[in-house]
């Protein structure tokens, strides 16, 4: 479901003569901060139409709009925020997920190869968990990569034997 078309639909009910949907469509944002809610309309734009303080806008709309649809909608400032009914949405997603099922998230956002560097374990030092994590964060992002149509390229670095051959160098100067 598309949630920002949503809330343009419950704002065009109430803004359906003010503002075209497709304008209400331009002015919905996401905002800053998680605590302001998943969409906010700012009513600036209507406060030359309305001849009305932006905040007492955002009120009238609020007290107009039909938050059913949502968890909650609320007036701050010069915006209304609107907060997505969170357990809906989950259920959307789980649903979307299991209709796709492995195509989910496939999407052809680039092309082209991308390098991943990976552990590149020292073989003169003892393997350890940070080995096992710079894998796993490599390798998730290989994955992520080939889903939205790159070409991984996961690199290894092994064989550095830049402590070996110091060591080795000290050793033939001190002893011969």
Avoid: C
């Avoid at 609020?62 to 997505?84: M, P, R």
């Amino acid at each position: 479901m598309d949630y920002k078309q949503q809330v343009v639909q419950a704002l065009a009910a109430v803004l359906g003569d003010e503002l075209t949907t497709d304008t209400i469509n331009k002015l919905v944002e996401q905002p800053k901060s998680d605590d302001l809610g998943d969409y906010a309309f700012p009513t600036f734009a209507l406060a030359k139409v309305r001849r009305m303080a932006p905040p007492k806008i955002a009120a009238d709309i609020v007290a107009a709009i039909d938050q059913s649809q949502f968890d909650h909608v609320v007036a701050q400032g010069a915006y209304v925020n609107f907060f997505l009914d969170k357990v809906a949405f989950a259920q959307d997603t789980l649903t979307t997920i299991a209709t796709q099922g492995s195509h989910y998230g496939d999407a052809q956002v680039g092309h082209g190869n991308v390098p991943i560097d990976m552990s590149s374990p020292n073989i003169a030092k003892p393997m350890s968990m940070g080995h096992l994590r710079s894998t796993v964060i490599g390798n998730s992002l290989a994955k992520i990569l080939t889903k939205i149509g790159y070409t991984p390229i996961k690199i290894n670095y092994l064989g550095d034997w830049g402590t070996q051959f110091g060591k080795l160098i000290v050793a033939y100067k001190k002893m011969g």
